[in-house]
């Protein structure tokens, strides 16, 4: 069945910050979001499987306590581990910094399964938080809504966050790469990948920025696409003419890909 | 009457108290259990929880408490209906507080409010759905008294007139008497490039990047001038400018002034110079001074005479800037205890200052601008009436000067230059305005061409000291960029303003007084200076 206007759910958690943005940029790009919050899901109250997209965004889940994300990501996993698992075969998942964190500590991210736990996101390399622009170059990658035509790259988004660097072992992160599930880089001024402070804000190996799983349809990005999708959330708009504000195609592509699944 | 948020523990039991009088070496062992415990993602909660109840109008009116705690915010939201609470009901950390601990207890993150009973239900709802715990504390009476009970037993039964007018106000007594400070005769200086080095890696001048950064300056992508911008995003601007509602136009600028100097010399004037500093902070974004709101906090050593004169002085003067100027101070705060008394009797004191924010709206967040040159052999103005005074200037302290002479602002001409900066903006015809403050004309045309990667030609074609007019800082002059003398005309022709210069490509910034050079620096090397100070000590 086709929708129009796919539904995206906002999972919201004590602590998110970044829910009513995100879910303004999915309704601009053509999607219906609406902020669920984990109590809503839990309860019975709204049902997952209504949704199209399920969006994890940034904030600080439960104050991050034991780590970045490990409370909410144990309370998904106690509360719809199931379901969350079997969620990408009807739909998209996206999560963005925080909501990033999570979907790697819980597995989806970059095996695609919450059995297999192969990665986190450890403390940026400065021991700092970072909030400021960053350059990202797209890679041709397994991402199912990135795809023809190729985006353009290098696009400007915003940063902001204390732990941002993905580890993994080595084989793992070759698999990764010859599987084309890196999505975005960070690169330097001439274009190119980085591991250069602060164009690679965290000191990210390969300077991954944003990943996807096997199938494609599990996406984490570090970096905020949806503080990106007006001309005046551009800190230089106002030396810039007329242009597309980059993070909106970013959730264009993806309700599209949504309203076809 | 409700309570939500975070529970009462013994945290922050006269923190009120303890941060009103003065520090010693002993304050941070004595006071440390007045001290409250914050907690942000609890914050948040509260906060999001409030914002859905107030779309659905669950809430009649609500406080924070804050300092003295339930005493305050309770006794305060009642004082003119009464009220009967039970505090045995508040939800506690741990057991065992006494009633008056609760009472006064200024644990964190927390709200009384007032909701009709026939929403209860549905507010406890909306808590609940936010992880927010909501305790029914008493009502609203109607007796005009404040009764607190614990459980059965009444704890306190207070009438409210007599918690109004009960304590007799207190007198402090208080006499300025100006300090003359030493003001020696200075010579022009020889090395320009270094004492232009000298004023922008200053303190109060130098770049703040590295500090900004750790912070989150796009969270909600509500921000629509970054706090550092231009081409390399390195240049600081003036104000912040948020887009409140994401699909709406409209701004809000906020911005603040403030200068840890002057007060000392001339409590009048300085306190002028904040004020003035602050709302030109607004205008040189696109603000309208005429749509705005002040916020004074007041920062003060323990008044002796000496410090309460000074303070008298310091409001009388914010007044008189609110009435030539029309803007409303609709909130603020003071501190007077800001004195350390060291085990030998001596006290150190933080100099007295006064904090004004400002907070204005504006129909239309496209129509402001930011502090970056745009254009190659663009026109380069200064907007305002200078006054000669040079006290208290970055300058001076790099030469070890206070001086006595503060800058004055005149009250009359301000809401024009205001206007005329406001029109220039909006009607797209100022391409880039930063207003001059520590470190005068010449450190603001710096920061602007840092923002620009462009160099400029200057020619101070007057009279005065070329080092007294470009390191002056008197607060509501600006430093803009226009397409040529002819705009400059037309927009300014009302205000006082020259002409300064022009941009140009490159890094070289030349610098000439009546005609003939006076010196030439480099913009790179110029920013480098600036930026070292915070790289030193961030990186």
């Known amino acids: 069945m086709r929708e129009l206007q796919p539904r995206v759910a906002i999972y919201k958690t004590s602590g998110i910050n970044c829910d009513a943005e995100t879910a303004f940029a999915f309704n601009l790009a053509g999607g219906k979001a609406e902020i669920v919050m984990s109590e809503d899901l839990k309860k019975g109250e709204k049902k997952l499987f209504d949704y199209k997209i399920l969006t994890f965004p940034g904030g600080f889940s439960y104050g991050d306590d034991l780590g970045s994300g490990t409370v909410a990501t144990l309370e998904l996993d106690t509360y719809l581990g199931d379901k969350l698992q079997r969620f990408k075969e009807t739909g998209l998942i996206l999560g963005i910094c925080n909501g990033a964190q999570m979907l790697v500590r819980s597995g989806l991210l970059p095996m695609g399964t919450l059995e297999d ?145 | 009457m409700v309570v939500i948020g975070g529970r009462t523990g013994r945290d922050g039991i006269h923190g009120a108290t303890i941060s009103s009088s003065g520090r010693t070496e002993q304050s941070a062992k004595a006071d440390k259990e007045h001290v409250q415990i914050g907690n942000p993602i609890e914050e948040k909660k509260i906060g999001d929880a409030i914002l859905e109840a107030r779309d659905k109008d669950l809430i009649r009116t609500l406080t924070d408490c804050g300092a003295a705690g339930f005493s305050s915010a309770i006794g305060e939201i009642a004082e003119n209906v009464g009220v009967n609470v039970d505090i045995s009901k508040a939800p506690l950390k741990y057991e065992g507080l006494s009633p008056w601990e609760i009472w006064v207890s200024e644990s964190q993150e927390r709200m009384i409010l007032a909701i009709d009973p026939n929403n209860m239900e549905e507010f406890l709802n909306v808590c609940k759905r936010h992880n927010v715990e909501a305790t029914d504390l008493g009502i609203f009476d109607g007796n005009n008294k404040l009764t607190v009970r614990y459980g059965d037993e009444v704890v306190a039964d207070l009438d409210y007139d007599f918690l109004k007018n009960g304590l007799p106000q207190k007198e402090m007594p208080a006499e300025f008497k100006r300090e003359i ?77 403030m200068n840890p100097i002057l007060n000392r010399i001339n409590p009048e004037r300085g306190a002028k110079w904040a004020a ?212 400059a005309e037309s927009l300014f022709g009302n205000v006082p303003y020259r002409v300064l210069g022009k941009t140009r490509v490159g890094s070289d910034m030349k610098v000439a007084y009546q005609g003939k050079e006076l010196f030439s620096g480099n913009i790179n090397e110029l920013k480098t200076a600036w930026q070292a100070p915070m790289k030193a000590l961030f990186h």
């Open chain 2, 276 to 487: 003035t500093e602050g709302v030109a902070n607004l205008v040189a974004v696109g603000g309208n001074f005429r749509e705005m709101v002040l916020c004074g906090n007041y920062i003060s050593p323990i008044p002796d005479r000496q410090y309460m004169g000074s303070l008298d002085i310091q409001v009388d003067s914010i007044c008189a800037f609110q009435d030539a100027l029309e803007i409303p101070i609709v909130s603020g705060k003071d501190s007077l205890s800001s004195t350390y008394t060291w085990p030998d009797g001596k006290k150190t004191h933080v100099p007295p200052v006064v904090n004004i924010s400002t907070m204005g709206r504006i129909p239309d967040l496209e129509k402001t601008t930011s502090t970056d040159f745009k254009n190659e052999g663009s026109t380069i103005v200064l907007v305002g009436k200078m006054h000669k005074g040079m006290a208290g200037s970055t300058y001076y302290d790099t030469l070890g000067i206070v001086g006595n002479e503060v800058p004055d602002v005149d009250l009359e001409v301000l809401p024009h230059v205001f206007d005329a900066i406001r029109n220039g903006i909006v009607n797209g015809e100022i391409t880039a305005a930063h207003d001059i403050s520590e470190g005068g004309a010449i450190s603001t045309i710096s920061e602007m061409c840092f923002g620009a990667d462009m160099g400029v030609d200057l020619d101070i074609h007057s009279g005065e000291r070329p080092d007294f007019f470009l390191f002056n800082e008197t607060a509501g002059t600006f430093i803009v960029e226009v397409e040529n003398p002819e705009k």
């Open chain 1, 117 to 261: 736990r192969q990665a986190t996101l450890d403390r940026n390399n400065s021991g700092k938080f970072l909030g400021r622009p960053v350059r990202l170059s797209f890679e041709r990658s397994i991402c199912v809504f990135l795809q023809d035509p190729e985006p353009n790259s290098p696009i400007e988004l915003q940063v902001a966050h204390g732990e941002g660097k993905f580890v993994m072992s080595p084989s793992i992160l070759s698999q990764i790469e010859s599987n084309r599930q890196v999505i975005f880089r960070y690169v330097d001024p001439k274009g190119l990948p980085t591991q250069e402070y602060p164009f690679n804000p965290n000191g990210s190996p390969n300077a991954i920025a944003g990943i996807t799983d096997p199938s494609g349809r599990i996406v984490g990005l570090m970096p905020h696409p949806e503080r990106s999708i007006l001309k005046s959330q551009y800190p230089n708009w106002r030396r810039m003419g007329d242009f597309k504000p980059q993070g909106l195609e970013f959730f264009e592509r993806m309700v599209k890909y949504a309203s076809q699944m």
């Open chain 2, 181 to 257: 400070f030493e003001e020696p005769e200075i010579d022009i200086p020889s090395d320009w490039v270094a004492t232009l080095k000298a004023v922008l890696s200053h303190g109060n001048v130098c770049s703040k990047l590295p500090i900004v950064e750790q912070y989150d300056t796009t969270v909600q992508g509500t921000n629509a001038l970054a706090p550092f911008g231009g081409v390399n995003l390195d240049a600081p601007n003036d104000a912040v400018v948020i887009r409140p509602i994401l699909d709406k136009p409209y701004g809000l600028v906020i911005s603040h002034g």
